[in-house]
């Protein structure tokens, strides 16, 4: 529900100061007024989407009458569908009475309902792999999925499109430390010593977890002090590039299909209380769907099928459709720099605040898990992180990077659909401690 590519409509707007930004870097406003908010809002109250809703009874009436797990897996998937689009709308709707602050946390949390609620159900049953499998799942959808259908629609009638190249290396650049910091517990145990003989060689569990709650810790800090960069030390660099995006804004073409996007753009579609319960409805009803998901995933979906696939590439997809296509849109709309610091912004919420909060989470509960991830899921994690940076890095992009984005993201969907099953079984320790 990423509403960080807003951008304001109104003339000569005054530059905010450094505490009026937001909880991740490069999203100058938030409301009613921006791209995200008014494409959420036209797609989220589609006919075709509205009639989904539908779904979300069929969904839970399936799971506690015990319907076949297949039927009871897909009819959940679909409801999520509705369901994020409530809770992304509900968020923006609330964004003009919350404040920056309480805004962005909220985006950053229950904007990655799918991936938190998902995470905290598959802890509690013991399935931490499961939330393994969605976060780099909704990672690789943002990175190659999302960001190539942006050049690619966006750019197939232009020579070239062009985006802030100082920010986007800096947030590309701390996307690839944190994806290594990510995988090192897999790489510490697939590759613990030269020493094969000794018992000190061996990784146990027990240093994996250590290990985890290091990284994660470290990994909450680095997001408070890259919010110190952001808002003080170097918050003149995100003034500069906020006041070129409200410059392009000015231009009464961009003004004029905004408009045709929404009309009654100053019109909101709740009002903060109704949005207010929109949104815990909405998490609830998304809370018993994910429990239902996550009890019925453990069954093949498809003959020869394994449980990575499912996981991997649907639940993300289609559980985060609704953002995906609000990105493009505006994307095609001429935001494309917004679009790109969106994806970038979208990935940071979940390895610098998501995933370490559900590790201590763990951690705090009892329940043993770390950020020990399949060695598969693992490598194309950090493979997709490094195409991601080096297409951006340059600030220019075309279709055919685009295209090259959408082919790698269809490969690692083949790959995943036709790799050896991942257990969902309770985390089996490596040596016990």
Not at 223 to 245: I, N
Request: proline share 5%.
């Amino acid at each position: 529900m990423e509403d960080s590519s807003g951008l304001s409509a109104e003339p000569n707007p005054p530059t905010p100061s450094p505490t009026d930004r937001g909880f991740l870097p490069t999203e100058p406003l938030h409301g009613r007024l921006n791209p995200f908010h008014m494409a959420i809002v036209r797609i989220g109250s589609h006919p075709f989407l509205r009639a989904l809703t539908g779904l979300v009874l069929l969904g839970f009436v399936s799971g506690i009458l015990g319907w076949p797990r297949q039927v009871v897996f897909w009819l959940n998937l679909g409801a999520l569908v509705p369901l994020m689009a409530l809770i992304t709308i509900a968020i923006a709707e609330l964004s003009h009475t919350l404040g920056p602050y309480l805004h962005e946390l909220l985006k950053a949390t229950l904007g990655n309902s799918v991936e938190l609620i998902v995470g905290i159900v598959s802890a509690q049953m013991g399935q931490g792999r499961i939330f393994h499998s969605v976060v780099v799942g909704s990672i690789l959808c943002y990175s190659l999925l999302v960001l190539g259908s942006c050049f690619l629609i966006s750019g197939y009638d232009k020579e070239h499109l062009t985006f802030d190249r100082t920010l986007t290396s800096i947030m590309s650049s701390l996307m690839i430390m944190v994806c290594i910091a990510l995988v090192l517990p897999g790489v510490m145990v697939t590759f613990p010593s030269l020493d094969t003989i000794s018992i000190n060689a061996v990784v146990t569990s027990h240093e994996v977890r250590l290990v985890s709650y290091g990284i994660a810790i470290i990994l909450l800090m680095l997001l408070a002090t890259f919010l110190l960069f952001q808002l003080k030390t170097h918050a003149a660099l995100f003034h500069v590039v906020e006041r070129t995006g409200r410059a392009q804004l000015d231009d009464p073409s961009i003004e004029g299909r905004m408009d045709e996007l929404h009309p009654d753009h100053h019109l909101g579609v709740f009002t903060p209380r109704l949005a207010g319960l929109a949104l815990l409805a909405g998490v609830a009803c998304l809370t018993v769907c994910v429990i239902h998901l996550v009890n019925s995933v453990n069954v093949s979906l498809e003959r020869g099928t394994g449980t990575s696939f499912p996981i991997l590439v649907w639940v993300p997809l289609l559980g985060n459709v609704t953002k995906y296509v609000t990105i493009v849109v505006i994307s095609r709309q001429g935001h494309v720099e917004a679009a790109v610091r969106t994806i970038l912004n979208s990935v940071l919420r979940l390895t610098l605040l998501v995933t370490p909060a559900l590790v201590l989470m763990g951690w705090s509960l009892g329940q043993s898990v770390s950020l020990q991830m399949d060695n598969f899921e693992a490598t194309m994690l950090f493979l997709a992180a490094m195409v991601m940076s080096h297409v951006i890095h340059e600030g220019r992009a075309n279709y055919f990077d685009g295209l090259m984005l959408c082919g790698t993201y269809v490969i690692t969907g083949v790959a995943f659909y036709v790799c050896p099953n991942i257990s969902t079984t309770k985390d089996v320790a490596i040596v016990n401690a």
